[in-house]
């Protein structure tokens, strides 16, 4: 079994950054992709943005220039730089991991999200 730990959600105003963490642990061989997404009241869960163990990058539109994914394979963490936020980024945000675990096998894993709060 995988677990997926996050941190780092809280409350910010309009304009301000935060910083969450996520970090996998448990049984697991190799972790593909990693990653972030979300979701609003009363909306369906989004990309945020998502990282492979290659470097290959994939962000939603509503984020790109704002939001920065970065990963440490050794730690086996993934981090989501968050600037300029709005009050629309308001969300429960969920870490992702797809990995290869015990006998090879590859699954999809959720965390069990942070609240991000952006309010004056």
């Known amino acids: 079994q995988v677990q997926l730990a996050e941190s780092g959600g809280g409350l910010v105003q309009p304009g301000g950054s935060l910083r969450l963490s996520c970090t996998a642990s448990g049984r697991l061989f190799s972790i593909i992709t990693m990653g972030w997404y979300r979701q609003a009241p009363g909306k369906e869960r989004e990309l945020v943005a998502t990282?492979?163990?290659?470097?290959?990058?994939t962000s939603g539109d509503s984020v790109k220039g704002r939001f920065t994914i970065s990963r440490d394979n050794e730690k086996r963490t993934v981090y989501l730089q968050m600037d300029s936020l709005k009050p629309e980024d308001t969300a429960v945000y969920y870490c992702?991991?797809?990995?290869?675990?015990?006998?090879?096998?590859?699954?999809?894993?959720w965390g069990q999200g942070t609240q991000v709060t952006v309010s004056s």
């Open positions: 990282i492979t163990n290659g470097g290959t990058l």
């Open positions: 992702y991991a797809d990995v290869i675990g015990s006998w090879a096998r590859r699954s999809e894993y």
